[in-house]
């Protein structure tokens, strides 16, 4: 079992919707998670952090926390076609520096 | 300012041959992290550096994997006799580590292919 599980999809939402991407961890130390935004053959771009228990908002991204659960969301609302990339989360384990990531969801916004 | 640079941005290698790839992290950032990127997968981690100390090297796949960064800055991963199995996207990561927060900025990466 991998310490950041992700469905790695695609998820397909028509353009305008809410596509809600999550994230699961296995540590349940961990502090810091992080969403990254990559483009099919570019790197990794970071594009929202959360390390409080809650709700994070930015623009049309949401980021959402639930330790207790140890799962971590992205919410990117009025998705838009130039949203379709894949999006890495990655969390920062108990005792560790180093962020883990998981494999990705592929997400698919068509017109 | 200047995000984090690597060069080359693609490398082709014969097989045996020994490579070397540079980075460039953010100026001022005191950690830096080299990751490999297969195809489909996220980025799998290798070494982790504080300025010029190595403090993790765990996730080298093998003793053929090197990398330094001897003044704290500017580090290059070198891998001996390519292989095959080490065509991959090399991503270089760095990140300030100044009080609580702990975003980390990837370079563009390099991409290896080993013929």
């Known amino acids: 079992q991998k310490e950041v599980e992700q469905n790695s999809g695609p998820l397909s939402v028509p353009e305008g919707a809410i596509a809600s991407l999550n994230c699961t961890y296995s540590?349940?130390?961990?502090?810091?998670f992080f969403w990254y935004r990559q483009y099919s053959g570019k790197s990794p771009e970071l594009i929202m952090f959360?390390?409080?228990?809650g709700d994070k908002e930015d623009g049309r991204f949401t980021a959402q926390l639930n330790k207790a659960s140890q799962y971590v969301s992205l919410l990117i609302r009025d998705s838009q076609p130039s949203d379709s990339a894949t999006y890495l989360c990655a969390v920062i384990l108990g005792g560790s520096y180093i962020p883990t990531f998981g494999r990705g969801t592929s997400l698919i916004v068509h017109p | 300012g200047a995000g984090v640079s690597q060069s080359p941005r693609y490398k082709v290698a014969k097989r045996g041959q020994d490579v070397a790839l540079r980075c460039d992290p953010i100026?001022?950032?005191?950690?830096l992290f080299w990751y490999q990127q297969a195809l489909g997968q996220g980025p799998e981690f290798l070494t982790y550096?504080?300025?010029?100390?190595?403090?993790?090297k765990s996730g080298l796949p093998s003793d053929r994997f090197f990398a330094e960064r001897p003044e704290g800055s500017v580090s290059t991963l070198k891998i001996q006799r390519t292989q095959q199995e080490d065509s991959a996207v090399y991503l270089c990561?760095?990140?300030?580590?100044?009080?609580?927060?702990?975003?980390?900025?990837f370079g563009p990466g390099t991409r290896l292919t080993v013929t």
């Open positions: 550096f504080q300025n010029e100390a190595q403090l993790d």
């Open positions: 959360i390390y409080s228990n």
């Open positions: 540590d349940r130390g961990s502090q810091s």
């Open positions: 100026s001022g950032h005191v950690s």
């Open positions: 990561a760095s990140r300030e580590d100044r009080g609580r927060f702990h975003e980390q900025y």
